[in-house]
Antibody, heavy 124, light 111 residues
């Protein structure tokens, strides 16, 4: 059973860097049939896709966040990470990591396994 | 991309059916059949319950069904059970590898 677990500081000061890690279990993480993604949800708002990393280390980012975000993967540690630079109160949200993988009978990579999410507050 | 539009809340009685709508545009829901629905109980990880508009992953009861007409996708839950009380949100592909879009989420209350 694939499981994902987010970890990282729950409080970050404005202008600093938010850093989160997602630990992967039950999946080799280096499979070509899996992509690794980050999503966030501010309180009272909808989910926002942040970006993804492939097992090769290549990345895709939400254009609205691309200048401040770095996602990386460490296959030896079976984890991938998120960094958001120069945070403001608008970055306060619950952050989720997820796996994207094709579901049975589909050719599309859906977010089929999620972590429980970790809340991050940006405040001084 | 604007978020897909969902009602903030819906309710239904035990045993009844409810339908949750997800309204997009010609660039997302209306253009692609890559629509999925997720269920999230408080404190738990979201779970995919519908994908490709109307397919169910193994283990998801057939009480859950999905459909699409034009720009509107729908999730129908029949024979409501207490454990169906949760947040539900929709998702659609929107044309490129960085264009993925979610609904705002709907809180389902089972009366």
């Amino acid at each position: 059973q694939v499981q994902l677990q987010e970890s990282g500081p729950g409080l970050v000061k404005p202008s600093e860097t938010l850093s989160l890690t997602c630990a992967v279990s039950g999946d080799p993480i280096n499979s070509a049939s899996s992509y690794w993604t980050w999503i966030r949800q501010p309180a009272g708002k909808g989910l926002e896709w942040i970006g993804r990393v492939y097992t090769s280390g290549s990345t895709n980012y939400n254009p609205s966040l691309a200048r401040r975000v770095i996602i990386s993967i460490d296959t030896s540690k079976k984890q991938f990470s998120l960094k958001v630079n120069s945070v403001t109160a608008a970055d306060t949200a619950v952050y989720y990591c997820a796996r994207e993988s094709p579901l049975r009978g589909s050719d599309y990579f859906y977010m089929d396994v999620w972590g429980k999410g970790t809340p991050v507050i940006v405040s001084s | 991309q604007s978020a897909l539009t969902q009602p903030r809340s819906v309710s239904g009685s035990l045993g009844q059916s409810v339908t949750i709508s997800c309204i997009g545009s010609s660039s997302d829901v209306g253009a692609y059949d890559y629509v999925s629905w997720y269920q999230r109980h408080p404190g738990e990880a979201p779970k995919v319950i519908i994908y490709d508009v109307n397919k169910r992953p193994s283990g998801v009861p057939n009480r859950f069904s999905g459909s699409k007409f034009g720009y509107r996708a729908s999730l129908t839950i029949s024979g409501l059970q207490a454990e169906d009380e949760a947040d539900y949100f929709c998702y659609s592909f929107a044309g490129s590898y960085y264009d993925v879009i979610f609904g705002g989420g709907t809180k389902l209350t089972v009366l």
